[in-house]
């Protein structure tokens, strides 16, 4: 196995701008609230790469180490692009295996209309058709029906004491594969909703 580059991370503002299709007037979090965070990953071809995700301010030195065990680990990742990329689609994004944060739109659940956790920044979405989610019946995205039998574990997949769910965990984050009735196994996040 050939070694990797070393590890890199930064992050910088972004502006509504950039933001594009993600954020609006009226979300929870601003611009200034959020940052873009430039990422080494190791990609399913086995080599580094580059990918970028935007999180709340707050949490950047999280995410930071998060993807550093994660790239340590050569864990697999997909893609990474901001969701802004997607025109803020998240189901195009998710169409796309792509590893997402900051979105700002409700949660896709039953019940009142509420943000989702993405819409302040603080939810990281990853290989999403590996890790669907399963809600009311619907497998998100479609194209993760293929990865909703768990029992088989697949490279890029979050399953209880694996490596994803091991690196968030390392920061506190919390997994939406725990949940019942609805895992949401690509889902992690800072409040655990």
Request: charged share 15%; proline share 7%; net charge positive.
């Amino acid at each position: 196995m050939a070694a990797l580059p070393p590890f890199h991370v930064s992050g910088s503002p972004v502006t509504a701008a950039q933001l594009g299709g993600s954020w609006r007037p009226g979300c929870p979090v601003g611009p200034a609230q959020l940052r873009t965070m430039h990422v080494s990953y190791v990609g399913f071809d086995g080599r580094a790469h580059t990918g970028a995700l935007v999180v709340n301010r707050t949490v950047t030195g999280d995410v930071g180490e998060i993807f550093r065990r994660l790239y340590a680990a050569r864990c697999p990742i997909h893609h990474m692009q901001p969701i802004a990329r997607f025109g803020g689609s998240d189901d195009r994004s998710m169409a796309a295996d792509n590893t997402s944060g900051f979105n700002c739109r409700s949660a896709v659940a039953p019940g009142s209309k509420q943000w989702s956790v993405h819409a302040y920044g603080e939810a990281i979405d990853v290989n999403t058709v590996e890790n669907p989610y399963l809600e009311g019946g619907r497998v998100l995205p479609p194209a993760g029906r293929a990865f909703t039998d768990r029992s088989r574990y697949r490279r890029g997949m979050a399953v209880v004491g694996g490596v994803l769910v091991r690196a968030f965990a390392s920061v506190g984050w919390l997994w939406g594969g725990r949940w019942t009735g609805s895992p949401d196994w690509q889902h992690f996040s800072k409040t655990g909703g």
